[in-house]
């Protein structure tokens, strides 16, 4: 208990440097800014945003820039749930159901201000987690061999794929796919430079922010243009922004609810932060004695969804902080960056350098708060770029799609590759394949080759290593047991009812 | 035998032509063995799980339990405006210049929206442009040329 105070200490000068919260909080603003746009998840948004933090001198700086971006990309995707109906990402599904029903009926003030509170105290709760739970994993990683590091890859693709919606196979092929793409470039051991077609610029791979523009900001942007639908936003009444007291009142055990629900489940590999905000409302409607509220503006829909979302999203931190493995694409842009700056993310980070560690814990929770003082009194800015026609956003998204593009590497060669990437993301939507799993496996392909490699060559082309040593085996086991249960019948259907919410 | 989700059916072919296609391509690197992986090792390996899985889901197209799903018509138009406005943009940026290469962007992708307003545009574009100089070129000094280069120089 000591030493995690002493730890946060240290993270909290770190962070707390006027310096460091300026860049955290300059990460919220843009985050929130370019996530409030509609059609833009916290993915594209920190894709856009990623060159702008590779010139910074101070690595933990960036970090905790990124984070701050991602939080705040995350509160303005649920503001643009609330206010127009338009989820940025799956996660903030769910807060359309009653947070538009709310707005609709000039409560939108409320549903805002306490989608902000549910958000930070889950931030809160989610921050100490952390901070109490990453020593001793980290401590777990340390023992980890190459079997071992293969095997939780797997268990996490695999979990990766049962979370999605939609198909199994499709989800499992669009992994696979992605490991695949992953294998463009370079083969750190031979230096052969694969798939390259003797492209100087694909030797070092493709660039990962590359793969999220193209698929999920152009894909995006063409699929809004070809529906031409009218959007109601509700701007002119907002109505007051405090909640009353009875609605805050039934707001807290969902928050606390939501919160539990999110850091449990977001620890899972494979990003649990969507499955713990529908999770969570189906927990919500299930336990209210009104379950008849819920979808026409039940305030207990918003809290508890996204108090879970929020939570979720922090402690999916604790895998790519510990082991140094991504679980979810956001984390795989957190890792592109810290490798920018030459961290080798893993649980080495930790003793290696203890202020970039605490510091960026830390700093999640002051993203957080700074969340809440920025939101609120601005949450009237953020509703007058809601009304800014999307004939005149979209070219604004594309222009810092290609700067973003560009500034990678400074070459246009970058920009080009949004397109074939582009034209995939938009093939991807038109035979519903969600597109989520492909980019976590691009991340990990080369990783996972990696380990397989050292692990087969310790044991001589001896297969059975995987299943010999117990901490592989039991991984491999519960990656097995995640497929033959989602196949099962019953189990089938009920993974189908749980993500249908968004249908109805 | 009838084909239940077109989208699954076309689905399972993309997947196994890349996997095909990974497959093939893969073959003129090294294999090597189990214990001293070459480079073509996994990428056949993942190759051939992806034809595998895409054949599955090809089948599961024509199975009964599957849904009813029809193919969506394309957007050529949105589609094609939207990513010639990209090509343009980096084609014209090394030689013409960020603020050409913009404004050539912005015109060409608004034409995709059918609620094209060329007055709206026009006054979007100047904001975009005056932004664009303050945080690309001044504030981050981004490496690319503002105007022609055959002007500059």
Same mark, same amino acid.
């Given at each position: 208990?000591?030493?995690?105070?002493?730890?946060?200490?240290?993270?909290?000068?770190?962070?707390?440097?006027?310096?460091?919260?300026?860049?955290?909080?300059? *990460?919220?603003?843009?985050?929130?800014?370019?996530?409030?746009?509609? =059609?833009?998840?916290?993915?594209?948004?920190?894709?856009?945003?990623?060159?702008?933090?590779?010139?910074?001198?101070?690595?933990?700086?960036?970090?905790?820039?990124?984070?701050?971006?991602?939080?705040?990309?995350?509160?303005?995707?649920?503001?643009?749930?609330?206010?127009?109906?338009?989820? =940025?990402?799956?996660?903030?599904?769910?807060?359309?159901?009653?947070?538009?029903?709310?707005?609709?009926?000039?409560?939108?003030?409320?549903?805002?201000?306490?989608?902000?509170?549910?958000?930070?105290?889950?931030?809160?709760?989610?921050?100490?987690?952390?901070?109490?739970?990453? +020593?001793?994993?980290?401590?777990?990683?340390?023992?980890?061999?190459?079997?071992?590091?293969?095997?939780?890859?797997?268990?996490?693709?695999?979990?990766?794929?049962?979370?999605?919606?939609?198909?199994?196979?499709?989800?499992?092929?669009?992994?696979?796919?992605?490991?695949?793409?992953?294998?463009? =470039?370079?083969?750190?051991?031979?230096?052969?430079?694969?798939?390259?077609?003797?492209?100087?610029?694909?030797?070092?791979?493709?660039?990962?922010?590359? /793969?999220?523009?193209?698929?999920?900001?152009?894909?995006?942007?063409?699929?809004?243009?070809?529906?031409?639908?009218?959007?109601?936003?509700?701007?002119?009444?907002?109505?007051?922004?405090?909640?009353?007291?009875?609605?805050?009142?039934?707001?807290?055990?969902?928050?606390?609810?939501?919160?539990?629900?999110?850091?449990?489940?977001?620890?899972?590999?494979? =990003? *649990?932060?969507?499955?713990?905000?529908?999770?969570?409302?189906?927990? !919500?409607?299930?336990?209210?004695?009104?379950?008849?509220?819920?979808?026409? *503006?039940?305030?207990?829909?918003?809290?508890?969804? !996204?108090?879970?979302?929020?939570?979720?999203?922090?402690?999916?931190?604790?895998?790519?902080?510990?082991?140094? /493995? +991504?679980?979810?694409?956001?984390?795989?842009?957190?890792?592109?960056?810290?490798?920018?700056?030459?961290?080798?993310?893993?649980?080495?980070?930790?003793?290696?350098?203890?202020?970039?560690?605490?510091?960026?814990?830390?700093?999640?929770?002051?993203?957080?708060?700074?969340?809440?003082?920025?939101?609120?009194?601005?949450?009237?800015?953020?509703?007058?770029?809601?009304?800014?026609?999307?004939? /005149?956003?979209?070219?604004?998204?594309?222009?810092?799609?290609?700067?973003?593009?560009?500034?990678?590497?400074?070459?246009?060669?970058?920009?080009?590759?949004?397109?074939?990437?582009?034209?995939?993301?938009?093939?991807?939507?038109?035979?519903?394949? !969600?597109?989520? +799993?492909?980019?976590?496996?691009?991340?990990?392909?080369?990783?996972?080759?990696?380990?397989?490699?050292?692990?087969?060559?310790?044991?001589?082309?001896?297969?059975?290593?995987?299943?010999?040593?117990?901490?592989?085996?039991?991984?491999?086991?519960?990656?097995?047991?995640?497929?033959?249960?989602?196949?099962?019948?019953?189990?089938?259907?009920?993974?189908?009812?749980?993500?249908?919410?968004?249908?109805? | 035998?009838?084909?239940?989700?077109?989208?699954?059916?076309?689905?399972?072919?993309?997947?196994?032509? @890349?996997?095909?296609?990974?497959?093939?391509?893969?073959?003129?690197?090294?294999?090597?063995?189990?214990?001293?992986?070459?480079?073509?090792?996994?990428?056949?390996?993942?190759?051939?799980?992806?034809?595998?899985?895409?054949?599955?889901?090809?089948?599961?197209?024509?199975?009964?339990?599957?849904?009813?799903?029809?193919?969506?018509?394309?957007?050529?138009?949105?589609?094609?405006?939207?990513?010639?406005?990209?090509?343009?943009?980096?084609?014209?940026?090394?030689?013409?210049?960020?603020?050409?290469?913009?404004?050539?962007?912005?015109?060409?992708?608004?034409?995709?929206?059918?609620? @094209?307003?060329?007055?709206?545009?026009?006054?979007?574009?100047?904001?975009?442009?005056?932004?664009?100089?303050?945080?690309?070129?001044?504030?981050?000094?981004?490496?690319?040329?503002?105007?022609?280069? @055959?002007?500059?120089?």
């Amino acid at each position: 208990m000591e030493q995690l105070f002493s730890n946060l200490a240290l993270g909290l000068a770190t962070a707390a440097t006027p310096d460091n919260i300026f860049f955290c909080f300059v *990460g919220v603003l843009l985050g929130t800014l370019i996530g409030v746009l509609p =059609g833009i998840g916290p993915l594209a948004t920190i894709a856009m945003l990623l060159p702008a933090t590779y010139k910074m001198a101070d690595p933990t700086t960036a970090l905790i820039m990124l984070a701050g971006i991602y939080y705040g990309a995350q509160y303005g995707g649920s503001t643009t749930a609330i206010l127009v109906n338009l989820p =940025g990402e799956i996660s903030s599904v769910v807060t359309t159901l009653d947070g538009y029903q709310m707005a609709r009926k000039g409560r939108a003030g409320p549903a805002l201000a306490i989608a902000a509170f549910g958000s930070f105290f889950a931030g809160t709760v989610a921050t100490f987690l952390i901070a109490a739970f990453a +020593p001793p994993l980290s401590e777990l990683a340390f023992k980890f061999g190459p079997a071992e590091y293969f095997a939780l890859m797997v268990l996490g693709l695999v979990a990766a794929v049962v979370l999605a919606h939609g198909s199994i196979l499709k989800a499992l092929a669009m992994v696979v796919f992605g490991l695949l793409l992953g294998m463009i =470039g370079t083969d750190v051991n031979s230096g052969v430079a694969r798939f390259s077609f003797d492209i100087p610029e694909l030797t070092d791979g493709i660039e990962l922010a590359v /793969i999220a523009m193209g698929m999920f900001g152009f894909g995006e942007i063409i699929a809004n243009l070809e529906q031409r639908e009218h959007r109601e936003v509700f701007t002119s009444n907002v109505g007051r922004l405090m909640p009353s007291w009875s609605e805050f009142k039934q707001s807290v055990m969902p928050s606390i609810r939501g919160t539990a629900l999110g850091s449990l489940l977001g620890v899972l590999p494979g =990003g *649990g932060a969507v499955l713990s905000s529908f999770a969570s409302y189906a927990l !919500e409607k299930k336990v209210s004695k009104t379950p008849e509220r819920f979808g026409h *503006g039940a305030i207990e829909g918003v809290a508890g969804p !996204e108090s879970a979302n929020n939570a979720g999203a922090q402690t999916s931190f604790i895998p790519m902080l510990t082991l140094g /493995i +991504p679980t979810t694409p956001v984390m795989a842009l957190m890792v592109a960056a810290m490798m920018i700056h030459n961290i080798q993310p893993g649980p080495q980070v930790m003793t290696s350098n203890p202020p970039l560690f605490w510091g960026l814990i830390t700093s999640m929770w002051i993203g957080n708060l700074l969340l809440v003082v920025l939101n609120l009194p601005l949450i009237g800015l953020w509703i007058k770029l809601l009304t800014v026609p999307y004939r /005149i956003l979209y070219p604004a998204i594309l222009l810092f799609c290609v700067v973003g593009a560009y500034s990678l590497n400074n070459n246009v060669f970058d920009v080009y590759m949004t397109i074939p990437f582009a034209i995939l993301g938009y093939v991807f939507k038109k035979l519903d394949c !969600e597109p989520a +799993p492909l980019l976590l496996g691009f991340v990990l392909g080369k990783l996972m080759e990696e380990y397989l490699r050292r692990a087969m060559t310790i044991s001589r082309g001896d297969w059975s290593v995987f299943v010999t040593r117990p901490l592989s085996l039991t991984m491999l086991l519960m990656a097995l047991a995640l497929l033959v249960l989602v196949f099962l019948p019953a189990i089938a259907k009920k993974r189908e009812e749980a993500f249908s919410e968004e249908e109805s | 035998m009838r084909v239940r989700n077109h989208r699954d059916l076309w689905a399972g072919v993309m997947f196994f032509v @890349f996997g095909v296609l990974f497959m093939v391509l893969s073959q003129q690197y090294k294999m090597g063995t189990a214990g001293r992986m070459g480079p073509a090792y996994f990428p056949t390996m993942l190759g051939a799980l992806l034809a595998i899985l895409g054949l599955a889901i090809f089948i599961g197209a024509y199975a009964k339990v599957n849904r009813e799903m029809k193919l969506e018509s394309v957007g050529w138009r949105e589609l094609s405006l939207v990513l010639f406005s990209v090509a343009l943009f980096a084609l014209l940026l090394p030689l013409m210049g960020m603020v050409i290469a913009l404004v050539v962007l912005i015109g060409v992708s608004s034409l995709a929206s059918h609620e @094209f307003s060329l007055k709206d545009t026009a006054g979007s574009t100047v904001v975009l442009i005056a932004l664009s100089y303050l945080v690309f070129a001044k504030g981050l000094e981004l490496q690319f040329p503002v105007w022609p280069t @055959f002007l500059t120089h």
